[in-house]
């Protein structure tokens, strides 16, 4: 079960990171994917960087194969990171979103 | 002080159910003590490469566990650094060996993964990475995937030459009788392989292999008979990056690599041309086109064409990289790979490599990474 | 007086076609499309539920309203779909917005009307000067058993809105507020069973149709009003009849309506629903305009309120995208990708 303390700690890192907009420096399109994530195959992951000049690394939700470039700008947005076990708490965190 | 490779042997990698960890370590390191010429009571310190025993087969206390299994009542530690392990449990014991307080140690690297799903392995393999990475659904294929897309981009390295790395390793495998996969592939099987990660395929990734190396190290020897050549350990360099792949300076190389190969090139007084032979950290095609940048074999963005010329494999221009076959097509044991990288190397540099000798080696280097690069060993051996 | 100083919807970017799903199920697609008043419905993403839509909406509604999140000194969450039975969305969505400590959090439960209980209730919190601003949100992931007439309609949408009693913030004051309410077992969902059951056409004129049509009499006398008072009126939309046919029987022209309607390209959003109509609504609405609010929750209730708009909507609304915008932002599904996607299979 995923932890509830780690998750509640990293809330303000999850907070912090809202509003947020980047560029796509690297993708690649996820087809053989963790248990966990099985569900959601294929999905892309990028590396963004982001207005303040970090590096950031999420899923890309809502995209379309147009969106998968260098350069890309995207948002961040509020999204379930994954399904949880039956009956453990929810990991909400942070995706990225074509703008 | 000089510190010499007294002996190094190696199980066969692969998908050896019948084999357990204590059976492997048994194997190996018999072969090792009785190739070194010593007995088994000379050997003063037992030090251990292995990432997955706790996370997959719920067993800690390695360094223990194996020390009791191979009847050593010595000092046995465990190191782990995920896919570096071996290389770092080397490096722990050339240290100890410079200290002085021992004069002979064994190292053994050992990881059997085969006995779980893969998909188990996968997320387990993920432990290397960070936080962010995991909860990003990333995987390793993903985690230099993301690398290959931005070398790619950058330097316009293809697809085809990444597969000229498969179909080189997979051509040397076939010279050596411990190599998991002994068949030659085509660019084209590796092309039209399952992709994984794009534009990663199935035929771009290491596999997922069971495996033990050993090697005894000394730093009091005696040349067994003037035919041997000692074989002596140059350097031992490890340097460290930042953990998540999104907080590197760049995407396209391997900080780690390039200060732990500087720092090596230093402690022996030598260069990237003085190499003859080079075993690196290809669990990914990608991976071994980056060492070879990285490494300084070659220019950056320049190594995909050099592949493709056969520049780099047996019989080609040099250094000749991965002549066992690499980690894609001689398997990835993870704790077990940085430690056969030395044996391969000692193999080559001792006159003892068979059908994949290359002629005249005298100076190797072995490359070895943790995760997707937080971590380098580079070690230099030489027979001079 | 009380009124709304910023408000923020959110639709998510899949929808799947009515005439996909009767396909699936050998019905005749013209006949249900043409019975339902509904063409296509938004189908939220497999990482997608009611607090992630309602954290995109509440940004929105702060934008807008141009307040500090530590202001919030009131955050209710009404949805059907909670994701947790025992759990408060409402603390979830604050903390996400970075709304402090000091916000009374409570979640809400009133099938379809739980957001719109929560404006009134916010609005008596305000109007006692017990707070200055208080964020409310209507969210639901809708859920529908495959096979179920309802999974036609069931859809996903979040809206947000902040209430406060500045003169130079409101855009939309609340001038009067009317309600109704019987124990009337038209539609529910038993604790722990996964999809709500309905007693079919019973939904109809004793459920939606008595309450909305009581609570906006009683609206009507209380207030003294009758429809030519007004430019806009907006229904809860199950459907897209019900909503017409209920303008019509109040005595409401279809032009009135029109502006309003979302469930033709959307289905229904639960507690959503009025709300993102509203939303629709105010996205275009002048200054001074009038609407007349109707919601309605199975189980069963209604709640009316009187709306009128303020020069402040003109400037602040250009900060958030309209909710046609969103309607138009969209990608089709599959029936086997649809249920994929919302963990049928």
């Not at chain 2, 990474?369 to 001079?384: D, E, K, P, Q, Y």
């Not at chain 3, 902040?162 to 539609?187: H, Q, R």
């Not at chain 3, 722990?192 to 009581?214: L, M, W």
Request: glycine residues 10%; hydrophobic residues 40%.
């Amino acid at each position: 079960m995923i932890s509830p303390v780690k998750i509640w700690r990293h809330q303000k890192k999850v907070n912090q990171l809202l509003g947020k907009t980047g560029k796509i420096v690297s993708f690649t399109l996820i087809r053989v994917a963790p248990v966990e994530f099985k569900q959601q195959v294929p999905y892309p992951v990028v590396v963004v960087r982001i207005e303040d000049g970090r590096g950031v690394v999420g899923q890309l939700v809502d995209w379309e194969k147009k969106n998968l470039k260098l350069g890309q700008k995207v948002k961040t947005v509020y999204r379930k990171i994954r399904e949880p076990e039956s009956e453990g708490i929810i990991p909400y965190g942070i995706k990225f979103k074509p703008c | 002080m000089q510190i010499a490779v007294l002996s190094g042997a190696t199980t066969k990698f692969g998908e050896l159910w019948e084999q357990s960890p204590r059976s492997l370590a048994q194997e190996v390191v018999s072969q090792a003590i009785e190739q070194a010429g010593i007995e088994k009571k000379e050997t003063q310190a037992l030090f251990v490469g292995n990432m997955l025993a706790g996370i997959l087969g719920g067993q800690e206390n390695i360094g223990a566990f194996f020390a009791d299994e191979l009847g050593l009542e010595v000092p046995a530690v465990r190191i782990e650094g995920a896919c570096a392990s071996g290389g770092l449990a080397v490096h722990q014991a050339v240290l100890s060996l410079l200290t002085g307080k021992y004069q002979t140690v064994l190292i053994l690297g050992i990881e059997k993964m085969t006995d779980y799903k893969p998909e188990e392995v996968a997320q387990a393999l993920m432990a290397a990475g960070s936080d962010e990475e995991r909860k990003a659904g990333l995987t390793f294929p993903g985690l230099y995937a993301l690398m290959a897309q931005a070398h790619m981009e950058k330097y316009g390295t293809t697809e085809e030459e990444m597969a000229a790395v498969a179909v080189k390793n997979h051509f040397h495998a076939c010279l050596n009788e411990k190599a998991q996969f002994k068949k030659e592939i085509t660019i084209d099987d590796v092309l039209k392989s399952a992709k994984v990660a794009d534009p990663l395929k199935l035929l771009d990734c290491s596999p997922i292999s069971d495996g033990a190396t050993a090697i005894i190290l000394s730093s009091k020897f005696k040349v067994q008979s003037s035919r041997d050549k000692p074989v002596f350990i140059a350097a031992s360099a490890v340097a460290t990056d930042t953990l998540a792949l999104a907080d590197r300076e760049d995407l396209i190389s391997l900080k780690a690599t390039k200060k732990a190969a500087r720092k090596a090139y230093q402690m022996a007084g030598l260069g990237p041309e003085d190499i003859d032979l080079a075993e690196v950290h290809d669990c990914f095609t990608i991976a071994e086109i980056m060492a070879m940048e990285d490494l300084g074999f070659f220019e950056k963005g320049k190594a995909g064409q050099a592949i493709l010329k056969g520049e780099t494999k047996i019989g080609g221009k040099g250094p000749i990289i991965n002549s066992s076959g690499g980690l894609k097509a001689g398997g990835h044991p993870v704790g077990a790979t940085g430690v056969k990288q030395i044996v391969e190397v000692f193999n080559q540099l001792s006159g003892q490599a068979g059908k994949r000798q290359v002629k005249g080696a005298k100076i190797g280097l072995a490359h070895n990474v943790a995760g997707s690069g937080a971590l380098a060993v580079v070690h230099i051996l030489s027979n001079l | 007086m009380v009124g709304i100083i910023g408000y923020g919807a959110y639709i998510p970017k899949y929808r799947i076609k009515l005439e996909e799903i009767a396909k699936v199920w050998g019905k005749n697609p013209q006949e249900v499309i043409s019975s339902l008043g509904v063409a296509e419905k938004s189908v939220a993403g497999i990482d997608e539920d009611a607090v992630t839509m309602a954290v995109e909406a509440g940004q929105t509604a702060l934008r807008m309203g141009g307040v500090s999140p530590s202001k919030i000194g009131s955050i209710l969450v009404g949805s059907e779909t909670h994701p947790y039975a025992v759990n408060p969305s409402s603390t979830i969505i604050g903390e996400t917005l970075a709304c402090g400590n000091n916000y009374l959090a409570c979640d809400l439960e009133f099938a379809c009307k739980a957001a719109t209980t929560g404006i009134w209730l916010t609005t008596g919190l305000i109007e006692s000067q017990k707070i200055d601003y208080g964020l409310v949100i209507g969210s639901d992931c809708a859920q529908a058993k495959p096979h179920d007439v309802l999974e036609y309609t069931a859809g996903s949408a979040a809206t947000a809105f902040i209430l406060g009693n500045k003169k130079n913030e409101v855009m939309a004051e609340i001038l009067d507020f009317a309600t109704f309410s019987s124990d009337t077992p038209d539609f529910w969902r038993r604790d722990g069973i996964r999809y709500p059951a309905h007693a079919g056409r019973f939904t109809g004129k004793p459920g939606y149709f008595a309450h909305v049509i009581g609570a906006a009499k009683k609206l009507f006398q209380k207030s003294g009003t009758e429809p030519s008072d007004f430019d806009y009126c907006v229904f809860h939309m199950p459907n897209g009849k019900f909503p017409k046919r209920v303008a019509k029987i109040l005595g409401f022209s279809f032009s009135q309506l029109e502006s309003s309607l979302i469930v033709e390209k959307i289905g229904n959003p639960y507690s959503a629903s009025s709300l993102l109509g509203l939303c629709q609504v105010l996205d275009q609405a002048q200054p001074e305009a009038k609407i007349f609010f109707v919601s309605y929750g199975s189980g069963a209730g209604a709640d009316g309120f009187i709306f009128q708009t303020t020069k402040n909507l003109m400037k602040k609304r250009r900060l958030a995208k309209k909710v046609a915008e969103f309607i138009k932002n969209k990608s089709y599904l599959s029936y086997a990708q649809y249920l994929k996607i919302r963990r049928k299979i």
